[in-house]
């Protein structure tokens, strides 16, 4: 670029500078690719070598040169036949952009870092039915996709994976209750169904009625403890429980006692496959009364799954 063609154009690049010189740095410095571009041309003294090195056109290099010019309000670089030299002003630009992309790269590296360290682990917690039933196979699935990243799995009810959200001691969490607990958002995985069962040895096993809901809400079941995903769905559709037969704190434990013949128990249909195809339990049919639910992902209110976490949300929906 020469000195008259700057010149024509002097008006309008101080006119621009100026306009820029009350507002945000954003508008008075220029961008990372601007300053990259004037670099390169200063190292190969082509703007056009300086183009093919960026991966752009040398019409697009001098119109991001012109447009760095404008901003600053002085001329960078001067262009002939012999190739492309930089002006006192551009030198002294060079020398400060050389600092700013180097502070760059920096902050890039210190992002990866920090995205690298973030990758090497996932915390979940889960309510057990889901860490029982269904975790497994969609953690197998995440392996294959990130070997490196570590999985540690906190079970418990679903009142303890809001607890362990919300103190930051885990990632990602799964719950199975009538609601979402308070500071968390949710998504809706998958639906289950819960079934009242009972011992082939028990009487209800051998009902040719469904068994009433007032019945069902009036007996002592084995269940849960408070705050399981799964007594608060059963109390929440029956409008309240009897006081338990046996109150148990996994989903296994309350399965065992009723094959055992200790008494009847609801559980989650994705719990109780295997016992009702060998007939170690018996379903029994329930009027009027709708035992479903959603079961959901949670993650703190306003902090969208990343990284391994958002990896394995996207595969409960798979």
Excluded: C
Excluded at 42 to 48: I, K
Excluded at 62 to 87: F, K, N, Q, Y
Excluded at 133 to 141: D, E, H, K, N, R
């Amino acid at each position: 670029m020469s000195d008259t063609d700057f010149r024509s154009g002097g008006e309008g690049v101080q006119g621009e500078a100026g306009r820029h010189a009350a507002g945000s740095l954003a508008h008075r410095v220029p961008d990372l690719g601007a300053m990259e571009l004037l670099l390169a041309v200063a190292r190969l003294g082509s703007l056009g070598g300086a183009a093919r090195e960026l991966g752009i056109s040398q019409p697009a290099a001098s119109s991001r040169i012109r447009s760095m010019e404008r901003r600053l309000g002085v001329a960078l670089v001067d262009r002939s036949p012999r190739g492309s030299r930089l002006t006192d002003a551009g030198a002294l630009v060079t020398d400060w952009a050389r600092r700013i992309v180097e502070a760059a790269e920096a902050f890039d590296a210190g992002a990866q870092a920090l995205r690298d360290r973030r990758d090497s682990r996932l915390r979940v917690a889960a309510s057990m039915t889901i860490a029982e039933y269904l975790l497994p196979g969609w953690l197998v699935a995440l392996r294959t996709q990130l070997p490196d990243t570590a999985v540690s799995l906190l079970a418990g009810n679903s009142a303890a994976v809001a607890e362990r959200l919300l103190a930051d001691e885990a990632d990602l969490g799964f719950v199975e209750g009538v609601s979402v607990p308070t500071g968390l958002d949710s998504a809706v995985i998958a639906h289950d169904r819960l079934l009242v069962v009972a011992a082939p040895s028990h009487p209800w096993a051998r009902r040719r009625r469904p068994l009433a809901a007032e019945e069902l809400a009036t007996t002592p079941l084995i269940l849960r403890e408070e705050g399981s995903g799964t007594r608060q769905v059963l109390e929440a559709a029956l409008g309240g429980l009897a006081r338990p037969l046996i109150e148990l704190s996994s989903t296994t434990a309350v399965k065992a006692a009723a094959v055992g013949g200790a008494g009847p128990s609801v559980l989650s249909e994705l719990a109780v496959g295997d016992e009702l195809t060998l007939r170690r339990l018996v379903s029994v049919p329930v009027a009027d009364v709708a035992l479903t639910r959603d079961l959901r992902a949670v993650w703190p209110t306003g902090h969208r799954p990343t990284g391994p976490a958002r990896r394995l949300l996207s595969l409960t929906r798979g």
